[in-house]
């Protein structure tokens, strides 16, 4: 990303005699230093590419099909509307106001819950060590597809097990020959291009017919709702940090809702898009196994790696459509490293920048430092025990750490910095306080809301696994140390909060918000 300029004169924050500004929660740091964007359609553009990834490739459709189909849209569209834009407008007036990551800025808007933005970073890491892992094996099977014909159209391959077929077969216990290919992504053009094909292919509309046509009785599922609003959660970033980072570098009188609105519609619209280039080659499978849609055996990433490329082996000119599917999955994929790497270089210049800058010079090497070490901690996701490696980690890192982590942050700023302070903190930047229905989603519903996805998560819980292997109680025992890396950060913020202020734990409890105005 280019950020070149500094702050513009006119900023208030600029001048130290303006003090606290109205309904402000902490005394602002004076940095007319701090650069921005140079362009503001650069920061949309970069919160598009961290918000559009992997997810909306094979997570969305996966949900929406396990859902029944087109009933999922009624939730996700619903759960986009009430959890999704309000809360990524949250972070980005965050992030805007206090001019700082998330581990400054949430520490300054509730410090006993500071925790919450080491929390963010922490985990950003540590999907930053096994992310590029994704984006490694893309670039192999990338070069993989530069030959015809492609190397998983048949089962004579060194890696091949004994029930390898060349077509599956959903009634038996057969492995099809592209279980071992993985990738990751790149834009719209490629979507549209691979949708065309796709819809000209014998069984194409029934599977779109599947996505778009409701199963009204699925609604009455309390787990279509909630995996709609963990979807809308997971798939805008909301709890990882990097908007948040981003955001800092924005105009102080930036029209924060432009964005929320462009970064979080072209991220449902990319996710339908997928679905609708997904769902057509659903039909096409379909109509190669003489199946319905619905008794496809898809299952997780296997909706991308497995399904998808056995569609291109019966392509015309399959080779070309493998590159350009493994292309656009690679091209996403570095947009989100990217803002993952950037959460973690922008929280260690707020809090070390000057003694940093004195050892390494230039911003560049501390991000060539922080992706070296994201690189050596990546090392055994390579090992023969690599996919199980990867596997534990993205079980309790994504699933089980966000959940909890993205409780705490709703809890932090639309419960204890107090939407009345987010209110006033917009009105400083752009001259007008939030209208009433985001006021309303900030107190009410996504509280709720994030609160009934965590409970259900609990609930719900089920050890991590790979296939048909159920990993040991010492690997899941692995695995919560891996969670706890980023959840420890928030119950310690808050006893060292408690610890260092004055007064009772019962007096603490009851100033704290106010003495968060000198912290």
Same mark, same amino acid.
């Given at each position: ?161 004994? +029930?390898?077929? &060349?077509? *599956?077969?959903?009634? %038996?216990?057969?492995? /099809?020959? #592209? ?5 990751? @992504? ?64 924005? +105009?102080?009188? &930036?029209? *924060?809702?432009?964005? %929320?609105?462009?970064? /979080?519609? #072209? ?5 339908? @898009? ?246």
């Amino acid at each position: 990303m280019v950020i070149r300029n500094k702050l513009p004169t006119n900023d208030p924050r600029n001048d130290p005699s303006n003090g606290p500004f109205e309904g402000q929660a902490c005394k602002m740091d004076q940095e007319p230093g701090r650069p921005t964007w140079n362009r503001q359609i650069e920061f949309t553009l970069a919160g598009i590419g961290c918000a559009v990834g992997l997810g909306n490739i094979w997570r969305f459709p996966y949900l929406c099909y396990r859902s029944g189909g087109g009933a999922f849209l009624v939730p996700y569209l619903l759960m986009l509307l009430v959890m999704g834009i309000p809360l990524l407008y949250m972070e980005l007036i965050l992030g805007q106001y206090m001019r700082r990551g998330p581990v400054h800025a949430l520490a300054k808007a509730c410090p006993l819950l500071k925790g919450v933005g080491l929390a963010t970073v922490a985990i950003s890491f540590i999907m930053c060590t096994y992310y590029n892992i994704i984006i490694t094996w893309g670039l192999y099977y990338l070069f993989s597809s530069f030959q015809s014909p492609l190397p998983w159209q048949s089962c004579n391959n060194t890696w091949n097990t004994p +029930n390898c077929t &060349n077509h *599956i077969n959903p009634n %038996t216990s057969s492995h /099809s020959s #592209t279980v071992v290919y993985f990738t990751a @992504l790149f834009p719209y053009v490629i979507l549209l291009a691979l949708l065309i094909n796709n819809v000209q292919l014998p069984g194409a509309m029934e599977g779109i017919r599947f996505f778009i046509v409701p199963n009204w009785e699925k609604l009455l599922e309390l787990e279509v709702w909630v995996n709609a609003a963990a979807q809308i959660f997971n798939s805008i970033g909301i709890g990882f940090g990097s908007l948040m980072a981003m955001s800092s570098y924005n +105009n102080f009188n &930036n029209n *924060i809702l432009k964005d %929320t609105l462009a970064i /979080s519609i #072209t991220n449902s619209l990319t996710s339908i @898009l997928a679905g609708f280039v997904i769902f057509s080659a659903f039909g096409y499978m379909s109509h190669l196994q003489n199946i319905p849609v619905s008794e496809l055996a898809v299952d997780g990433p296997g909706l991308v790696f497995v399904v998808y490329p056995q569609a291109f082996a019966t392509m015309p000119v399959a080779p070309l459509w493998a590159i350009l599917f493994f292309f656009m999955l690679l091209c996403l994929g570095l947009d989100s490293q990217f803002a993952m790497v950037e959460v973690m270089a922008t929280s260690l210049m707020d809090g070390f920048g000057g003694p940093l800058m004195k050892f390494l010079r230039h911003k560049e090497m501390l991000v060539l430092a922080v992706c070296s070490t994201a690189f050596l901690l990546g090392i055994p996701h390579v090992m023969q025990v690599g996919i199980y490696v990867f596997q534990l980690m993205d079980h309790y890192t994504a699933i089980v750490s966000l959940m909890f982590l993205a409780f705490f942050e709703v809890l932090a700023i639309c419960g204890l910095y107090g939407v009345r302070r987010l209110s006033a903190n917009l009105k400083e930047m752009t001259g007008n306080r939030p209208n009433i229905f985001f006021r309303v989603c900030w107190m009410f519903v996504a509280p709720l809301l994030i609160t009934i996805i965590l409970v259900f998560t609990i609930i719900q819980f089920k050890p991590a696994r790979y296939e048909d292997y159920v990993y040991p109680p010492w690997a899941q025992g692995i695995g919560w140390v891996i969670a706890m890396a980023s959840i420890i950060w928030i119950p310690l913020g808050a006893l060292h909060t408690l610890w260092v202020l004055p007064g009772s734990f019962t007096e603490v409890l009851y100033y704290y918000q106010s003495l968060s105005l000198y912290l």
